[in-house]
């Protein structure tokens, strides 16, 4: 998916998702039955109902099953847990997913432990975490597992490539640093005390930013030639010239427009790192289905 430098992940995501449908049909014909996604939403969250419709359009377009699950605000986390063992034994169900962040009197991590693990397409459960650690198969986080796809389709072989992660959370930065470290990088997690980051990050051949700091990452911070990953996603006043007074528009953790006279390649945001996230879930939940089913699936198929 190249664009000269810019990695055009809403391409990427596109043609992913086609491979998802084909592969979808043909395990719908194989287990006489279609691969499925449930997706639980507590709450009115606004951001979050749009994930969720979003992700049950995404579901259904690639000719997969969606169980949409919206429970009110004041549900317990005991309803909330007896609902996850429900989806842990449909033999329907394939991929669950718990929209996140849940209301402050449900324990996330709780929810997240009572998932099946082989059921966990969005690779938050310790166990996905333990196993990505020791490289055995599992989910790994959607984000990150978008990120090392738009990685290899720019660059091939990332062996041997300094690889510098900017944030060290559980579903971005930590999973991103072991996925590289499996492609033999050699991987730096710089993170909010990290001291001297522009020297950090100039090392790099390969920069992910994973912050949610406005622009934070300049152009005099890459070595150049560098691929620049740019996670973030921040929503800033729109001052550009023309702009509509108090109008809004979204940035990424990088200066882009600096960004991009010294970098080799590099993700734009809206359009580079985002759209990756549901068409990898989509994926996730098709590995899911022909490993619950025993179907078998090569390691390359998607
Ligand atoms: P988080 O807040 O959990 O973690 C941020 C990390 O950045 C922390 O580890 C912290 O140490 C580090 N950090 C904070 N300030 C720093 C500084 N000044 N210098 C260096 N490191 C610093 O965030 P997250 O959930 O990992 O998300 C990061 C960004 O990615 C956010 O903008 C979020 O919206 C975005 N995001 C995008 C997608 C997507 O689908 N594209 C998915 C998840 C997150």
Redesign the pocket.
Known sequence: MSNGKIIDGKAFAEDLRGRVAVLAAQFEAHAGRKAGLAVVLVGEDPASQVYVRSKGKQTVACGMASFEHKLPEDTGEGALLDLVEKLNADPAVDGILVQLPLPPHIDEQKVIAAINPDKDVDGFHVISAGRLAVGQPGFVPC?PLGCLMLLKDRLGSLSGLDAVV????N???KPMAQLLLAESCTVTV???R?RD?PAVVRRADIVVA????AE?VKADWLKPGATVID????RVPDTRPGAEPGKTRLVG?VDYAGAIQVAGAITPVPGG??P??IAVLLRNTLVAAHRNAGIALADDAI
Request: hydrophobic share 45%; proline share 0%; glycine share 18%.
């Open positions: 984000t900017i944030g060290r959370s579903i971005v930065g710089a993170h909010s990290t980051l994973a912050v949610g700091r934070m996670v973030g996603i921040n953790d790192v985002g990756m996230t």
